[in-house]
């Protein structure tokens, strides 16, 4: 799975967005972006994924660049539980049995 | 969403015995589970793939025998830790995915299990 690159800590005041980057450079035609969270002694949550396009659900929306090197997971309206670390990972859509490998993320403060 | 429910959520043994963490997704089906392993403040770190029906692939340095995992239904997997020594103290984290959700599901986790061993 291509590698992913993330700021090790962010801050974000409450209510404000929280725009977190990934940087995967070597990503290859066929690995889909995902990103998970995971709240102090929790499993991660998936949080969404994408391929090329942009995606928005519920929970927060992901900004792919056009070369697929980059992309940013928004939380528009930050609050408190959202205090987390989160991770980017890519991974091919081939086989559904495939592991997640997860890097170190970024720990998200939000703070009041 | 999926759910998976992963039990006991917290354990302490003493040194020397052995401890089974089971895993469940409770409303869907998984051929393939993974058990992951958390120390404190570093990320997951992936030791085995779980296989319904076969033997368990375990990533390199992690003992086979001494974390045993079955994965005898679609619906249960256990990692059993044999011999439980400090070092192993941890936090055992499950995923699944749903086997007939197609090739680009997500995957779901578990709530983790924290095993100290004294």
């Known amino acids: 799975d291509a590698k992913t690159t993330q700021p090790p800590s962010m801050d974000c005041a409450e209510g404000r967005a929280a725009n977190l980057p990934c940087n995967h450079s070597?990503?290859?035609?066929?690995?889909?972006v995902y990103w998970y969270r995971q709240i102090h002694s929790q499993g991660p949550q998936y949080i969404i994924h994408?391929?090329?396009n942009n995606e928005t659900n519920e929970m927060a929306s992901l900004i792919i660049t056009e070369d697929r090197k980059s992309s940013t997971l928004i939380l528009p309206h930050a609050t408190l539980r959202d205090t987390a670390v989160y991770y980017c990972i890519v991974r091919p859509y081939n086989n559904a049995g495939n592991m997640l490998t997860f890097g170190g993320g970024t720990r998200l403060m939000v703070k009041p | 969403g999926a759910v998976v429910s992963q039990h006991p959520s917290r354990v302490i043994c003493k040194s020397g015995t052995s401890v089974k963490i089971e895993c469940r997704s409770l409303d869907f089906q998984a051929t393939t589970m993974f058990w992951y392993r958390q120390f404190p403040k570093q990320s997951l770190m992936l030791m085995a793939t779980s296989n319904e029906g076969s033997k368990a692939t375990y990533e390199q340095g992690v003992e086979k025998d001494k974390f045993l995992i079955n994965h005898a239904s679609l619906t249960l997997s256990t990692l059993t830790v044999t011999s439980a020594h400090p070092e192993d103290s941890s936090f055992y984290i499950c995923?699944?995915?749903?086997?007939?959700?197609?090739?680009?599901?997500?995957?779901?986790f578990g709530q983790g299990t924290r095993l100290t061993v004294v």
């Open positions: 994408g391929l090329k």
């Open positions: 070597t990503i290859s035609g066929n690995e889909y």
């Open positions: 995923s699944a995915r749903d086997s007939a959700g197609g090739r680009n599901t997500e995957a779901f």
